[in-house]
């Protein structure tokens, strides 16, 4: 009974607002709680989180020189992107993907989600004869409790339609200290 009036009471007096309750248990003692800390919840402090996490991002793909950085600044070229729908090619937050135990983070050069029946915002202008057309690249970042970048990797995909149907055809992952440069496998033709 005691712990459903607690609860009740102090439901009450988050909704009221005030920024201190004191409240007072069965034996008679009585302590305050601060409702301001209460209040200074998920969606702020979350906010805060990402917002230290893109700048974290941002600040990683302006100053790592790893191939993995690399391949990704070449496939930002409006060269090598078609838009399909209102796209403009470039770095944006927006390709940033924070997973929610905020410890992994996903990039692409090009959104790689969006409403089936509005279709991709663009597409690779890369193709290969036997693997198809680039279907996407992604850098996968894992993050210390205090958001920095422990260590990443990259996975390069092609697609090709086989009987009407899209499948993935190759499929290629990069590792932190890997040599892997897509500008010199599209004049090689080396993708292995």
Known sequence: MYRIFFLGFT???LISCKTKVTVEDKDG?????KLSDLELASNEKEEQIEKQIIDNVNTFL?????????????????INIKPIR?????????NIDIHLNLKTVSIRPIPGTYLISEGPFAEYKISNDSLGVLHSYVIDLNLTENYQISDYKATL????EINGIDKETFKHTIREGDNYNIESNIITNNWW
């Open 11 to 13: 439901l009450i007096c």
């Open 157 to 160: 995909r092609f697609s090709k």
């Open 29 to 33: 003692n009585s302590f305050q709680l």
């Open 86 to 94: 209102n796209y403009k090619v470039k770095h944006k937050n927006e």
């Open 62 to 78: 302006q100053t790592n020189n790893s191939s993995i950085v690399r391949n990704y600044w070449f496939l930002c070229d409006t």
